[in-house]
């Protein structure tokens, strides 16, 4: 399957591992990391190959029965945070030609190339993101900072795995993800061994998807139809439809309320969008609700791995969610249990915003709902620019 869709986009690039590789816990017979059920970090694949794969796609056949969970990671984003926090550790970063190895000898085979993890381009914007633990070999000898360059690997590291700038997925049969190798890093968490997980994966050259595109501009075909933006925009609008009749609990009856209530106390559009979804996702019946909220979009439901993950998958940051949750106790407080309203009450935060919520209450008019499909399109835009 993986090859038919590369083969669809472009041509699928053929390697030493051949047109697709498999991904399966070999246990003892294992030579590499990606064969075993361990943890891995996050990273982008194949630095040791010029030119380097610049699409990667990874296709699920079955997950495994405890973790395994696939990571994203917007290595620009940990660039752009390197560089406000340690700017001599990214500096070194962008500065340093790394070595990156692949070696089998049994194949014949012996791969090298050198890339600075963090390419700069014109004006200094980063360009492209090369990092690898597994196959980054020694610099050379002669190179006089290794300490501070060590450390500014281990720091970059450490942003690229921590849960911040991470999108947790755990991908099901049938999933299929694609992503610009040269971008995103990816990893996975570790999972259950000697189980059933099997992901197949494959590369391209985005010059191939770069070519299928501006050729469909060119013929005129209508890009907007394949716009998977508006696509999770309307699927949120369906969800968000389905709310008020099963949500008549909460005394802002429904979620626009309480977006139009917090758009008055957080400057922030993605805790105001995050305000709008929240109830729809903290209900019991969410996944049922979203299930046929995508089924009728003909698109896959948000995954509900885990508590607040569906969310994340969304493209609201832990932090912007955990703030919706806030508000929409804050808003809500008199609704709540005695335990429950000392719990708000006892959180940090709790006596910042009721005022707000207080002033806010009663005074706002809902917007309608139908107000909000552009500003979700936008935001899910935002997520991919
Ligand atoms: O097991 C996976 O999900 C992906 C493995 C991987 O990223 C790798 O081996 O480079
Ligand atoms: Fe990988």
Not at 26 to 46: P, V
Not at 252 to 261: A, F
Not at 353 to 380: C, I, K, R, V
Request: hydrophobic residues 40%; negative net charge.
């Amino acid at each position: 399957m993986v090859e038919k869709v590369s083969n669809q986009i472009g041509h699928v690039r053929v390697t030493n591992y051949g047109s697709i590789f498999d991904v399966q816990d070999k246990g003892a017979e294992a030579t590499n990391l990606a064969f075993t059920s361990q943890r891995i970090r996050a990273h982008t694949d194949n630095p040791y190959r010029d030119p380097f794969p610049g699409v990667q796609l990874l296709h699920c056949l079955q997950s495994a029965a405890e973790g395994g969970a696939t990571l994203f990671i917007d290595g620009f984003r940990v660039a752009e945070e390197l560089r406000k926090q340690d700017a001599e550790a990214f500096r070194l970063l962008a500065t340093t030609k790394h070595p990156f190895e692949y070696r089998d000898p049994d194949e014949g085979v012996l791969l090298r190339a050198t890339s600075p993890v963090i390419q700069l381009g014109q004006g200094d914007a980063v360009e492209r993101i090369t990092f690898n633990n597994r196959s980054a070999a020694a610099l050379p000898a002669s190179f006089p900072h290794f300490k501070e360059y060590y450390k500014a690997w281990a720091a970059f590291d450490a942003l690229a795995n921590s849960e911040d700038f991470s999108v947790k997925l755990l991908m099901r049969p049938g999933d299929l993800a694609i992503w610009l190798n040269g971008r995103v890093m990816h990893g996975r968490e570790s999972y259950q061994p000697g189980g059933p997980r099997h992901i197949q994966g494959a590369y391209l050259d985005q010059d191939e998807i770069n070519s299928t595109v501006l050729s469909a501009l060119a013929e005129g075909v209508d890009l907007d139809a394949f716009d998977v933006h508006r696509r999770r925009a309307d699927v949120c609008m369906e969800a968000l439809r389905s709310l008020p009749k099963i949500f008549g609990c909460i005394r802002y009856s429904s979620s626009t309320d309480l977006s139009c209530n917090s758009s008055r106390i957080s400057p922030f559009q993605d805790v105001v969008l995050a305000c709008l979804m929240h109830p729809a996702f903290s209900h019991p019946d969410a996944p049922k609700m979203w299930a046929a909220a995508a089924e009728a979009q003909g698109v896959q439901p948000p995954h509900f791995a885990e508590p607040g993950s569906a969310m994340v998958t969304m493209g609201f940051s832990s932090d912007v969610v955990d703030c919706a949750e806030l508000l929409e106790k804050v808003l809500c407080l008199e609704k709540l249990s005695g335990p429950e309203q000392a719990k708000v009450m006892g959180m940090p935060q709790a006596e910042t915003l009721l005022p707000y919520a207080d002033a806010g209450y009663g005074n706002t008019a809902a917007a309608p709902l139908e107000s909000f499909q552009n500003l979700l399109h936008e935001h899910f835009r935002r997520q991919s620019s």
